[in-house]
Each structure stands twice: as structure tokens, then as C-alpha cells.
């Protein structure tokens, strides 16, 4: 069975750091692209960053880029997503998503067939 479980969440303050994890079973990384998604309340569920696993392509959104940091650890089967400078308008409920591909990694949602429960990240100021 096919499953993405997040982990690494919690409260920070304004300029702070987290790294949350998204860890794969069921499947292996190569073959997949795994994004990070975040949705706050009263808003739409926006992509923050995808890696493209068998070779690490990256692409981040304007909103993270220079501040966020995706990786993957094939022998982990897990995908990281390293947040630095974090402001209050960061706060959401962060979810990893997973979708078999060959070709490069999007962050458009529907996209992905496989979601986790999500992680709650909450940047005070």
C-alpha cells in the first residue's frame, strides 16, 4: 500500500527553523516525484516544493525559494524539506504528496495521487 507520512511539525518564532519529513512506504523514491503543499486556513492548498527522486530536481515556489530546501535520502526512502527564516505567513498545515513520474516534478496538486495527513507548522511573532 502506497503511503506518505509527514512528521517534523510544531511552533517556531518569527526567523526560526524546522525540518519536516515525509517518509515513503509501499514504494520506493525512484520513479516518484514528491512535493511539499501547504494550505492555511480559509485558503487554497498551494505547492511549496517538488523533487523529481531519481535525480533530485528541484523546483521551489517564489514564496520558499532561498528559504526552503528539499532533499531525499533514498536509503531512508524519506524526503525532507529543511525551512529557514520563517515568518508568521508560513503557517499552515504542510502535507507531502507523491506521484509516479518520469518526468519533472510540478507543483500543481492534482498531480499527485497519494496524500498525507499533514503536519501543522505555526510561526509565532
Known amino acids: 500500500q502506497v503511503q506518505v507520512v509527514e512528521s517534523g511539525g510544531g511552533l517556531v518564532q518569527f526567523g526560526g527553523s524546522l525540518r519536516l519529513s515525509c517518509a515513503a512506504s509501499g514504494f520506493t523514491l525512484d520513479g516518484y516525484a514528491i512535493g511539499w503543499f501547504r494550505q492555511a486556513p480559509g485558503k487554497e492548498r498551494e505547492g511549496v516544493s517538488c523533487?523529481?527522486?531519481?535525480?533530485?530536481?528541484?523546483y521551489t515556489s517564489d514564496s520558499a525559494k532561498g528559504r526552503f530546501t528539499i532533499s531525499r535520502d533514498k536509503a531512508a526512502n524519506t524526503v525532507y524539506l529543511q525551512m529557514t527564516s520563517l515568518k508568521p505567513e508560513d503557517t499552515a498545515v504542510y502535507y507531502c504528496?507523491?506521484?509516479?513520474?518520469?518526468?519533472?516534478?510540478?507543483?500543481?496538486?492534482?498531480?499527485?495521487?497519494?496524500w498525507g495527513q499533514g503536519t501543522q507548522v505555526t510561526v509565532s511573532s
Open positions: 504528496a507523491a506521484t509516479r513520474t518520469l518526468g519533472l516534478c510540478t507543483l500543481w496538486k492534482y498531480e499527485y495521487d497519494y
Open positions: 523533487i523529481r527522486s531519481s535525480d533530485g530536481n528541484t
